[in-house]
């Protein structure tokens, strides 16, 4: 639902680049919703602001309830499919594995619960996930600058330091933190407790 609005707007309408997507990944456990723009005619800082932006305006107000019906059942039917390759069961057991997770039915509870999902439910992820000050909201920010200079972005214009990159994309951070050295941060922070077993068996 984001992905194609995200599409339209940076790349059809801004032409602001020709790689741009929208989409929900999970790694570790974590799921995130990335925005990713590789341009050619602006410079990260510019994306930067504009996809904080679309972020922002995005609203669910652009969607009938039969389209929000027919994209949940869209899902629905897709988590259902059987698998038509070894490769793709191999695939979706391997990642229930490496977290020690176990739940080869996840698929078919997630299914069940997106059957009565609503308007609401969608309304409340948005305002906590998406919206800025939302309880759920989490940003992290990646900034890649070609090694060789054009007429969009020139050597002089590329930042000397993370708090360079904040104070140009004018990008407002209450409570964050620019990460200047990722092995430091990492050592520094808590991490998730790695999976242990099916939480929906007793004893695991």
């Known amino acids: 639902m984001v992905a ?14 020709y790689i ?3 989409g929900v990944t999970s790694r570790e456990g974590v799921r995130s919703l990335v925005f ?27 969607f009938s309830d039969e389209r929000i019906a027919n994209y949940i059942q869209a899902l629905v039917q897709k988590k259902l499919q059987k698998d038509k390759r070894l490769t793709t069961e191999i695939s979706r057991h391997w ?3 490496v977290l020690g997770r176990y739940d080869y039915s996840r698929a078919t509870k997630e299914a069940a619960i997106l059957e009565n999902l609503t308007r609401a439910d969608l309304e409340r992820v948005r305002a906590q ?15 890649v600058y070609a090694s060789a200079s054009s007429s969009s972005t020139t050597a002089s214009s590329v930042p000397s330091s ?13 409570g964050g933190v620019v990460i200047s050295n990722v092995t430091e941060f990492v050592a520094q922070n808590v991490l998730f407790a790695p999976y242990k077993g099916n939480p929906d068996r007793l004893g695991t």
């Open 4 to 17: 194609n609005p995200f599409f339209t707007d940076l790349r059809t309408n801004q032409q602001l680049g």
């Open 20 to 22: 741009v997507n929208a």
């Open 36 to 62: 990713t723009v590789q341009s050619s005619v602006a410079g990260p800082v510019a994306l930067t602001r504009k996809v904080f932006d679309f972020v922002d305006a995005f609203s669910l107000e652009q």
């Open 95 to 97: 990642s229930e594995i």
């Open 129 to 143: 996930v998406l919206l800025p000050g939302g309880t759920g909201r989490r940003v992290l920010t990646t900034q």
């Open 162 to 174: 993370p708090a360079d990159v904040v104070a140009s994309s004018k990008v407002e951070l209450k």
